[in-house]
């Protein structure tokens, strides 16, 4: 009886013995294999936080990605250690992700949109942009979406697919921005009196740099007025209060001096016929 439990004994220890093995080697592959997926991850996104020119939402992104492509080779090779298959499951993945990719095109297309954005950063958050039809603030920048808050604060959620392509004005790109504006005196006026007027109501503007000069020129000769281009400069930050404000403060002034606005009129010759 001990001879044939002695037999039994050693039929299944070198199956334990092997199983054992597989089962610790597994633990150690789970153990290492976190210990590396947690480690690129972290540096990936030091490295985002290291450079400021780098936007931290694509590399805590990056820094995932990798994470979860580091533990889904350690599970398959924690598989692999026990005899299973792992061919027809990397095939049945990759099926399944090609199925997933072609459900999800739109989500795919603004999450590679995204990462564009957040690599060549065209504008950041806190920048005014107008973009897709839309003009605001940027208030988030996300992997699938730019969020924007309007003048009259309303969030405007753009996906990043219809910016990524698309022309992007960023206002807020350079420190200086120069501001254009039009204004009209009638054909009486001397233009060297207009001129006057209105570079010292640009030149008492608080936001209104001395340099770069202000640009006064007469652009066009229009029908019933002499029209004037007008580019003041100011900082990024004014140009809002420049633009709206100028021009009404420009308006008295030529009031003041007596420097007619003409307005568009029609001139009627009537003729009498029997005369």
């Known amino acids: 009886m001990e001879f044939l439990e002695n037999i039994d004994i050693n039929q299944h220890l070198p199956a334990a013995i092997a199983w054992s093995t597989n089962i610790l080697l597994a633990i150690i592959i789970l153990i290492i294999g976190f210990w590396i997926a947690s480690s690129v991850s972290?540096?990936?996104?030091?490295?985002?936080?290291?450079?400021?020119?780098?936007?931290?939402?694509l590399f805590r992104?990056?820094?995932?990605?990798?994470?979860?492509?580091?533990?889904?080779?350690?599970?398959?090779?924690?598989?692999?250690?026990?005899?299973?298959?792992?061919t027809s499951i990397v095939a049945l993945l990759g099926a399944a992700g090609l199925a997933v990719g072609l459900a999800l095109q739109g989500a795919m297309s603004n999450l590679a949109a995204g990462v564009m954005l957040l690599i060549?950063?065209?504008?950041?958050?806190?920048?005014?942009?107008?973009?897709?039809?839309?003009?605001?603030?940027?208030?988030?920048?996300?992997?699938f979406t730019t969020i924007l808050q309007t003048f009259d604060h309303q969030q405007v959620i753009i996906p990043n697919s219809q910016i990524w392509g698309e022309q992007i004005?960023?206002?807020?790109?350079?420190?200086?921005?120069?501001?254009?504006?039009?204004?009209?005196?009638?054909?009486?006026?001397?233009?060297?009196?207009?001129r006057a007027v209105i570079a010292e109501v640009l030149s008492n503007h608080p936001h209104i740099l001395e340099t770069p000069a202000?640009?006064?020129?007469?652009?066009?000769?229009?029908?019933?007025?002499?029209?004037?281009?007008?580019?003041?400069?100011?900082?990024?930050?004014?140009?809002?209060?420049?633009?709206?404000s100028v021009p009404e403060q420009i308006k008295k002034a030529l009031d003041e001096n007596n420097i007619e606005i003409p307005f568009p009129h029609r001139k009627i010759i009537m003729v009498n016929e029997d005369a």
């Open 42 to 57: 972290k540096l990936i996104v030091s490295t985002g936080k290291k450079n400021k020119h780098l936007d931290d939402t």
């Open 61 to 86: 992104f990056l820094g995932s990605l990798a994470r979860y492509l580091i533990l889904a080779f350690v599970f398959i090779a924690v598989l692999n250690r026990f005899g299973v298959e792992t």
């Open 120 to 143: 060549f950063r065209p504008y950041k958050v806190g920048d005014f942009i107008d973009a897709a039809g839309c003009f605001g603030n940027v208030t988030e920048i996300d992997m």
């Open 169 to 194: 004005i960023n206002h807020s790109h350079y420190d200086i921005r120069g501001v254009d504006m039009h204004f009209g005196v009638a054909y009486a006026e001397s233009t060297d009196a207009a």
């Open 214 to 244: 202000p640009f006064i020129e007469v652009e066009t000769l229009n029908d019933s007025s002499v029209d004037f281009l007008v580019r003041p400069f100011c900082k990024g930050e004014h140009y809002f209060d420049v633009l709206y």
